[in-house]
Protein backbone atom coordinates (compact mmCIF):
# COMPACT_ATOMS: atom_id res chain seq x y z
CA UNK A 1 0.00 0.00 0.00
CA UNK A 2 1.44 4.00 -0.95
CA UNK A 3 1.90 6.30 1.42
CA UNK A 4 2.37 9.08 -1.15
CA UNK A 5 2.33 8.88 -4.80
CA UNK A 6 3.72 10.95 -7.30
CA UNK A 7 2.96 10.98 -11.00
CA UNK A 8 5.01 13.22 -13.30
CA UNK A 9 5.96 15.37 -11.02
CA UNK A 10 8.32 18.73 -12.60
CA UNK A 11 9.46 21.83 -11.59
CA UNK A 12 10.68 24.83 -12.81
CA UNK A 13 12.11 28.35 -11.09
CA UNK A 14 13.02 30.70 -13.80
CA UNK A 15 12.50 28.76 -16.85
CA UNK A 16 15.11 26.60 -15.08
CA UNK A 17 13.96 22.87 -14.82
CA UNK A 18 14.42 21.87 -10.89
CA UNK A 19 12.45 18.53 -11.36
CA UNK A 20 11.57 16.72 -14.25
CA UNK A 21 8.57 13.99 -14.97
CA UNK A 22 9.47 12.25 -11.65
CA UNK A 23 7.23 9.51 -10.86
CA UNK A 24 7.56 6.88 -7.87
CA UNK A 25 5.82 5.01 -4.79
CA UNK A 26 6.62 5.48 -0.88
CA UNK A 27 5.37 2.20 0.10
CA UNK A 28 4.60 1.09 4.23
CA UNK A 29 7.04 0.13 6.13
CA UNK A 30 9.51 0.61 3.66
CA UNK A 31 13.06 2.57 3.94
CA UNK A 32 14.13 4.48 0.62
CA UNK A 33 17.13 6.22 -0.27
CA UNK A 34 17.19 8.96 -2.29
CA UNK A 35 21.03 10.00 -3.59
CA UNK A 36 22.54 12.21 -6.22
CA UNK A 37 24.79 14.58 -6.78
CA UNK A 38 24.64 18.34 -5.05
CA UNK A 39 22.34 20.27 -6.79
CA UNK A 40 20.43 17.10 -8.07
CA UNK A 41 17.09 18.57 -6.74
CA UNK A 42 17.09 16.25 -3.41
CA UNK A 43 15.81 18.46 -1.23
CA UNK A 44 13.53 19.87 -3.44
CA UNK A 45 11.74 16.46 -4.04
CA UNK A 46 11.48 16.18 -0.11
CA UNK A 47 9.86 19.77 0.05
CA UNK A 48 7.22 18.62 -2.41
CA UNK A 49 6.62 15.53 -0.27
CA UNK A 50 6.10 17.49 2.81
CA UNK A 51 3.82 19.59 0.75
CA UNK A 52 5.89 22.79 1.42
CA UNK A 53 6.53 23.28 -2.83
CA UNK A 54 3.46 22.92 -5.15
CA UNK A 55 4.64 21.12 -8.70
CA UNK A 56 4.36 23.15 -11.83
CA UNK A 57 3.21 20.17 -13.19
CA UNK A 58 2.20 16.55 -12.01
CA UNK A 59 0.21 15.08 -8.92
CA UNK A 60 0.91 13.91 -5.55
CA UNK A 61 -1.58 11.85 -3.90
CA UNK A 62 -1.12 10.91 -0.20
CA UNK A 63 -2.86 8.43 1.67
CA UNK A 64 -5.61 9.89 3.67
CA UNK A 65 -4.72 10.82 7.23
CA UNK A 66 -1.03 10.32 6.90
CA UNK A 67 1.36 11.60 9.55
CA UNK A 68 4.75 13.11 8.51
CA UNK A 69 7.49 14.14 10.74
CA UNK A 70 10.36 15.96 8.94
CA UNK A 71 14.03 16.05 9.98
CA UNK A 72 15.88 19.53 8.28
CA UNK A 73 19.10 19.08 6.96
CA UNK A 74 20.00 21.73 9.37
CA UNK A 75 18.64 23.12 12.82
CA UNK A 76 19.79 26.85 13.77
CA UNK A 77 19.75 26.96 17.81
CA UNK A 78 20.13 30.10 18.95
CA UNK A 79 23.31 30.61 21.12
CA UNK A 80 21.85 33.61 23.26
CA UNK A 81 18.45 31.45 24.09
CA UNK A 82 20.15 28.49 25.64
CA UNK A 83 17.40 25.81 26.15
CA UNK A 84 17.46 22.19 27.46
CA UNK A 85 16.60 18.65 25.37
CA UNK A 86 13.26 18.84 27.93
CA UNK A 87 12.78 22.29 27.51
CA UNK A 88 13.16 22.22 23.34
CA UNK A 89 11.06 19.04 23.13
CA UNK A 90 8.34 20.81 25.20
CA UNK A 91 8.34 23.66 23.02
CA UNK A 92 7.97 21.75 20.38
CA UNK A 93 5.78 18.82 21.04
CA UNK A 94 3.68 19.44 24.28
CA UNK A 95 4.15 16.53 25.68
CA UNK A 96 4.12 15.87 29.80
CA UNK A 97 7.32 15.01 31.54
CA UNK A 98 6.96 10.79 31.15
CA UNK A 99 5.90 10.81 27.36
CA UNK A 100 9.18 12.69 27.05
CA UNK A 101 11.21 10.62 28.55
CA UNK A 102 9.73 7.56 26.42
CA UNK A 103 10.39 9.53 23.58
CA UNK A 104 13.88 9.65 25.04
CA UNK A 105 14.24 6.15 25.87
CA UNK A 106 13.01 5.60 22.52
CA UNK A 107 16.68 7.11 20.93
CA UNK A 108 18.62 5.82 23.84
CA UNK A 109 18.96 9.58 25.23
CA UNK A 110 16.61 9.93 28.66
CA UNK A 111 20.17 10.85 30.17
CA UNK A 112 19.87 14.25 28.05
CA UNK A 113 17.16 15.41 29.29
CA UNK A 114 18.12 18.38 31.72
CA UNK A 115 21.65 18.46 29.26
CA UNK A 116 21.68 22.35 27.03
CA UNK A 117 21.05 21.62 23.23
CA UNK A 118 24.28 23.83 22.39
CA UNK A 119 26.40 21.56 24.31
CA UNK A 120 25.28 18.26 22.03
CA UNK A 121 27.26 16.84 19.78
CA UNK A 122 26.06 16.06 15.89
CA UNK A 123 24.77 12.99 16.97
CA UNK A 124 23.31 13.48 20.22
CA UNK A 125 20.94 16.42 18.31
CA UNK A 126 20.13 14.21 15.46
CA UNK A 127 18.53 11.28 18.52
CA UNK A 128 16.85 14.49 19.92
CA UNK A 129 15.32 15.56 16.38
CA UNK A 130 14.46 11.53 15.82
CA UNK A 131 12.57 11.51 19.55
CA UNK A 132 10.64 14.75 18.70
CA UNK A 133 10.00 13.56 14.89
CA UNK A 134 8.25 10.26 16.80
CA UNK A 135 5.99 12.00 18.74
CA UNK A 136 3.09 11.79 16.66
CA UNK A 137 3.81 8.21 15.50
CA UNK A 138 4.49 9.18 12.12
CA UNK A 139 3.16 6.43 9.07
CA UNK A 140 6.35 8.26 7.07
CA UNK A 141 10.09 9.99 8.13
CA UNK A 142 11.57 12.21 6.11
CA UNK A 143 15.29 12.45 6.93
CA UNK A 144 17.07 15.45 4.97
CA UNK A 145 21.51 14.73 5.56
CA UNK A 146 21.21 13.20 8.71
CA UNK A 147 24.48 12.02 8.69
CA UNK A 148 25.72 15.33 7.85
CA UNK A 149 28.78 16.30 10.16
CA UNK A 150 29.39 12.68 11.52
CA UNK A 151 32.08 10.84 11.59
CA UNK A 152 31.69 7.27 10.29
CA UNK A 153 30.84 5.68 13.57
CA UNK A 154 28.53 7.92 14.52
CA UNK A 155 26.91 7.63 11.30
CA UNK A 156 26.83 3.92 11.75
CA UNK A 157 24.94 4.29 14.81
CA UNK A 158 22.58 6.65 13.64
CA UNK A 159 21.73 4.31 10.73
CA UNK A 160 21.34 1.72 13.41
CA UNK A 161 19.15 3.71 15.24
CA UNK A 162 17.03 4.71 12.46
CA UNK A 163 16.46 0.86 11.21
CA UNK A 164 15.34 0.14 14.82
CA UNK A 165 12.71 2.81 15.03
CA UNK A 166 11.63 1.68 11.49
CA UNK A 167 11.13 -2.06 12.66
CA UNK A 168 9.89 -0.81 16.29
CA UNK A 169 7.05 1.89 15.13
CA UNK A 170 6.45 0.04 11.47
CA UNK A 171 6.93 3.41 9.76
CA UNK A 172 8.36 4.03 6.48
CA UNK A 173 11.51 5.98 5.75
CA UNK A 174 12.82 8.21 3.32
CA UNK A 175 16.36 9.63 3.73
CA UNK A 176 18.15 11.84 1.47
CA UNK A 177 22.30 11.08 1.72
CA UNK A 178 25.24 11.12 0.21
CA UNK A 179 26.66 8.20 2.20
CA UNK A 180 26.32 5.49 -0.17
CA UNK A 181 28.03 3.06 1.85
CA UNK A 182 26.48 2.61 4.86
CA UNK A 183 22.67 3.72 3.50
CA UNK A 184 22.29 1.62 0.95
CA UNK A 185 23.12 -1.49 2.94
CA UNK A 186 20.08 -0.51 5.08
CA UNK A 187 17.63 0.81 2.33
CA UNK A 188 15.07 -1.23 0.84
CA UNK A 189 15.12 0.60 -2.65
CA UNK A 190 17.10 3.23 -4.11
CA UNK A 191 16.70 6.36 -6.11
CA UNK A 192 19.26 7.98 -8.16
CA UNK A 193 18.35 11.25 -9.14
CA UNK A 194 20.31 14.14 -11.15
CA UNK A 195 16.76 16.63 -11.72
CA UNK A 196 14.94 13.29 -13.28
CA UNK A 197 15.00 9.89 -11.60
CA UNK A 198 18.17 8.16 -13.43
CA UNK A 199 17.52 4.42 -11.98
CA UNK A 200 15.65 3.36 -9.01
CA UNK A 201 15.65 -0.48 -7.27
CA UNK A 202 17.32 -2.45 -4.74
CA UNK A 203 20.55 -1.46 -3.71
CA UNK A 204 22.20 -4.63 -4.95
CA UNK A 205 20.92 -3.71 -8.75
CA UNK A 206 21.47 0.04 -8.41
CA UNK A 207 25.06 0.11 -7.99
CA UNK A 208 25.60 -1.88 -10.92
CA UNK A 209 23.42 0.46 -12.80
CA UNK A 210 25.11 2.00 -15.96
CA UNK A 211 23.76 5.64 -14.82
CA UNK A 212 24.54 5.18 -11.31
CA UNK A 213 28.44 4.42 -12.40
CA UNK A 214 28.32 7.05 -14.73
CA UNK A 215 27.22 9.60 -11.61
CA UNK A 216 28.90 8.58 -8.83
CA UNK A 217 32.15 6.27 -10.62
CA UNK A 218 33.28 3.10 -10.41
CA UNK A 219 35.45 3.90 -7.34
CA UNK A 220 32.30 4.06 -5.26
CA UNK A 221 30.69 1.25 -6.92
CA UNK A 222 33.78 -1.25 -5.90
CA UNK A 223 33.82 0.25 -2.63
CA UNK A 224 29.93 -0.43 -2.00
CA UNK A 225 30.21 -3.95 -3.32
CA UNK A 226 33.19 -4.63 -0.21
CA UNK A 227 31.00 -2.76 1.98
CA UNK A 228 27.80 -4.93 0.78
CA UNK A 229 30.05 -8.23 1.01
CA UNK A 230 31.63 -7.03 4.37
CA UNK A 231 27.95 -6.33 5.60
CA UNK A 232 26.02 -9.70 4.12
CA UNK A 233 29.24 -11.69 6.03
CA UNK A 234 28.53 -9.89 8.81
CA UNK A 235 25.00 -11.24 9.03
CA UNK A 236 25.65 -14.34 8.16
CA UNK A 237 28.10 -14.46 11.39
CA UNK A 238 24.94 -13.39 13.39
Not at 175 to 193: D, G, P, Q, R, Y
Amino acid sequence: MSLVYLKNISIFFKKKKILDNISFNIDTQKIITLIGPNGAGKSTLARVILGFIKPNSGKLFKKKNLRISYIPQKIYFNVNFPITVENFLNLTINKQHKNIIDLLKQVQSEHLLKQSIHKLSGGEIQKILLARALFNSPHLIVLDEPDQGLDMNGQILLYQLINKIHHIFSCSIFIISHNLHIVMAKTNEVICLNRSILCSGEPKIIYDHPNFIRIFGNFYRKQHAIYWHNHNNENIKK
